[in-house]
C-alpha cells in the first residue's frame, strides 16, 4: 500500500492526474481509495452501522500507517458506508455473541496496542485527518473522532457517549480528550449524561466544525483536504505537529517550542517556492524539499 503514487505528473499541488477510485490495502470493514492526494478511508460495515470489527480495526490502522509513508498523500479523509460513521464497538460480540474477522487475531495477539492505535487513542498520524460524518457517530464512533483534525457532520449525524448508559467507561480518550477539545461544561454533560447530541448541538459546542446537508459531508471534507493537499506539505505538517505538541505546554515553552519546529520550515526549497511563485502569481510546485 505504502508504495501507491499519483500517475500524474507531480505538480507538487493537487495532484490532479493522481487517480481516484480503489487503491490497495483495505479489509472486509475497511475500503481505502485515492482522490488525487487525498487517502479516503471508509468505514464498510452498514449492516451493523459500521460497529468496530478486527477487520476494521486491523484495516484502519494499516491505513494510518500507509498514508504517511506514501510522500504523495498529502490528507486523510475518514467516513463510513451505509449513511452511517460508527456506532462503536459491536455490544452483542461484547456480551458473547463473538467479534467478527476472528481471523485477523493474530494481529492484536503481535501487537496488544493495535486497536487503540487505529482509533487514534495511540497513534497520530502526520497527514491531516477529515472526519466526514453521517448519521450515528456514537461511542467508539465520538471516541474515533476526537482523534480527527478536522470534522464535517450531516445536518442528520447523531453525536454522543453513551458508555455510561450501558454501565461502561468511554475508555478510548474521552475523558482526557474531550475537555481539551469543547468546554468542561459541555464535556460533563456528554460523557455523564449518555444522551445523544444532534450536529447542530455539535458544532454549537466545537465538537465539530462543519454542519452540512445529509449526503455532503463527504464532498464538503474532499473540499477541504484539496485546500490542505494544495498547501506546503512540509508546512502542513510542522503545524500540526505543533499545536498538538505545544497543546499542553505553558505558553511560554509553547513559543519557544513553536520556533525550534517552525525556523527550519523557512529554510527549506518548498519556502522559497511559495516566496517566489506568490512573486510570479503563479500556483506553486511543492516538492516536499
Not at 494499516?62 to 498523500?73: F, H, M, T, Y
Request: aromatic share 4%; proline share 6%.
Amino acid at each position: 500500500m505504502s508504495g501507491t503514487r499519483a500517475t500524474g505528473p507531480d505538480d507538487g499541488a493537487a495532484h490532479d492526474g493522481a487517480p481516484g477510485g480503489p487503491a490497495p490495502g483495505g479489509t472486509e470493514h475497511l475500503t481505502v481509495r485515492r482522490e488525487g492526494a487525498t487517502l479516503v478511508l471508509t468505514l464498510n460495515r452498514p449492516e451493523a452501522r459500521n460497529a468496530l470489527s478486527l477487520p476494521m480495526l486491523v484495516g484502519l490502522y494499516d491505513g494510518w500507517l500507509a498514508a504517511d509513508e506514501d510522500e504523495d498523500i498529502r490528507s486523510i479523509v475518514l467516513t463510513g458506508s451505509g449513511g452511517a460513521f460508527c456506532a462503536g464497538m459491536d455490544l452483542k460480540a461484547l456480551a458473547g455473541g463473538g467479534m467478527a474477522g476472528e481471523e485477523y487475531r493474530d494481529r492484536l495477539t503481535a501487537d496488544p496496542d493495535l486497536h487503540w492505535k487505529a482509533m487514534l487513542r495511540h497513534h497520530r498520524p502526520r497527514k491531516p485527518v477529515i472526519a466526514a460524518v453521517e448519521g450515528v457517530c456514537v461511542a467508539g464512533g465520538t471516541e474515533i473522532l476526537q482523534g480527527t483534525d478536522i470534522r464535517v457532520a450531516a445536518e442528520s449525524a447523531t453525536f454522543g457517549l453513551f458508555e455510561v448508559r450501558r454501565g461502561l467507561f468511554p475508555i478510548g480518550g474521552s475523558t482526557v480528550r474531550l475537555q481539551r477539545q469543547i468546554p468542561r461544561t459541555h464535556a460533563l454533560e456528554m460523557l455523564l449524561t449518555g444522551r445523544p447530541y444532534t450536529a447542530r448541538e455539535a458544532a454549537a459546542v466545537g465538537l465539530v466544525g462543519h454542519v452540512v446537508p445529509d449526503g455532503d459531508a463527504l464532498g464538503k471534507a474532499l473540499e477541504i483536504a484539496e485546500l490542505v493537499n494544495a498547501c506546503g506539505p512540509l508546512a502542513v505538517e510542522a503545524v500540526k505537529a505543533s499545536v498538538y505538541a505545544t497543546a499542553g505546554m505553558t505558553e511560554s515553552d509553547g513559543l519557544a517550542a513553536e520556533l525550534e519546529r517552525g525556523w527550519p520550515v523557512f529554510a527549506t526549497a518548498d519556502a522559497k517556492e511559495g516566496a517566489r511563485a506568490f512573486a510570479e502569481k503563479r500556483p506553486p510546485v511543492y516538492r516536499r524539499a
